[in-house]
C-alpha cells in the first residue's frame, strides 16, 4: 500500500538550514508527485511546494527563494531544504502523494522546532 | 494567491444532525483543461489530513456517502449527514487549480 513518512531534526537553530527526508513506498516517484505541506502549532495548512513526476518543480512564492525540493528515485526518497530558518517556521511538516490533480495520502509528519 | 474563504471557523454539531461547511474561493477554480480541482480533507486530533472528497463531489475510496460535496466556480460546500462520533476534527478546503496551490483556513467541528 502507498506508505509516506517524513524524518528529520526536531531541532534547528535560528538562521540554519533545515534538511527533511520523505520516503515512500507502494508509489513510483516517476509517476506521481510529492508534495510538502506545513502546519503550525494551532494553525492552517500551508502548501509549500511540489516535485513532479517529471523530476520538475513549482514551490510557494512566499518560501521560493528559501526552498529547494529534489528527490533520489533509486532510493525512493524527496528531500526538502530550507534555508535562514525562523521562528515562525516552526510546523508540523508533511509529505504528500500526488495523484491525478490531488494529494491523496499523506504521511504522518514530523515536528519541527526553531529555536537556539 | 488564491484565497479560500471558509466558513464557519467552528461548528457544533448534535450526534446524527447534519453539517454544511463553505469555501469560497477569490477565483474561479476551474482549469483550463474544464475541471475543478477543489478538495476536501479532514484532520483528526493528532493525525495528518486525510482526503474526504476530490474534484468537488467525488468521494475518496471508504469515505461513506454521508459526506457530500457540491458547487462550481469559486461557491463550495461540505456536507456531513448523520454526523457521527469519529466524524470530529478539523475540515479543509484545498484548490488544486493555481500555483500556488492553496488552503482554506479550516472548520473545527464539534459534537454535542
Known amino acids: 500500500q502507498v506508505q509516506l513518512k517524513e524524518s528529520g531534526p526536531g531541532l534547528v537553530q535560528p538562521s540554519q538550514t533545515l534538511s527533511l527526508t520523505c520516503t515512500v513506498s507502494?508509489?513510483?516517484?516517476?509517476?506521481?508527485?510529492v508534495s510538502w505541506i506545513r502546519q503550525p502549532p494551532g494553525k492552517g495548512l500551508e502548501w509549500m511546494g511540489v516535485?513532479?513526476?517529471?523530476?520538475?518543480?513549482d514551490y510557494n512564492s512566499a518560501i521560493k527563494s528559501r526552498l529547494s525540493i529534489s528527490r533520489d528515485t533509486s532510493k525512493s526518497q524527496v528531500f526538502l531544504k530550507m534555508n535562514s530558518l525562523q521562528t515562525e517556521d516552526t510546523a508540523m511538516y508533511f509529505c504528500?502523494?500526488?495523484?491525478?490533480?490531488?494529494?491523496?495520502?499523506w504521511g504522518q509528519g514530523v515536528m519541527v522546532t526553531v529555536s537556539s | 494567491d488564491v484565497v479560500l474563504t471558509q466558513t464557519p471557523v467552528s461548528l457544533l454539531i448534535s450526534l446524527g444532525g447534519q453539517a454544511s461547511i463553505s469555501c469560497r474561493s477569490s477565483?474561479?477554480?476551474?482549469?483550463?483543461?474544464?475541471?475543478?480541482?477543489l478538495h476536501w480533507y479532514l484532520q483528526k486530533p493528532g493525525q495528518s489530513p486525510q482526503l474526504l472528497i476530490y474534484q468537488v463531489s467525488n468521494r475518496f475510496s471508504g469515505i461513506p456517502d454521508r459526506f457530500s460535496g457540491s458547487g462550481s466556480g469559486t461557491d463550495f460546500t461540505l456536507k456531513i449527514s448523520r454526523v457521527e462520533p469519529e466524524d470530529l476534527g478539523v475540515y479543509h478546503c484545498f484548490q488544486r487549480t493555481h500555483n500556488p496551490f492553496t488552503f482554506g483556513s479550516g472548520t473545527k467541528l464539534e459534537i454535542k
Open positions: 516535485i513532479w513526476s517529471n523530476g520538475g518543480t
Open positions: 507502494g508509489l513510483s516517484l516517476t509517476s506521481n508527485s
Open positions: 504528500a502523494r500526488g495523484s491525478g490533480y490531488r494529494e491523496d495520502y
Open positions: 477565483q474561479s477554480l476551474v482549469h483550463s483543461n474544464g475541471n475543478t480541482y
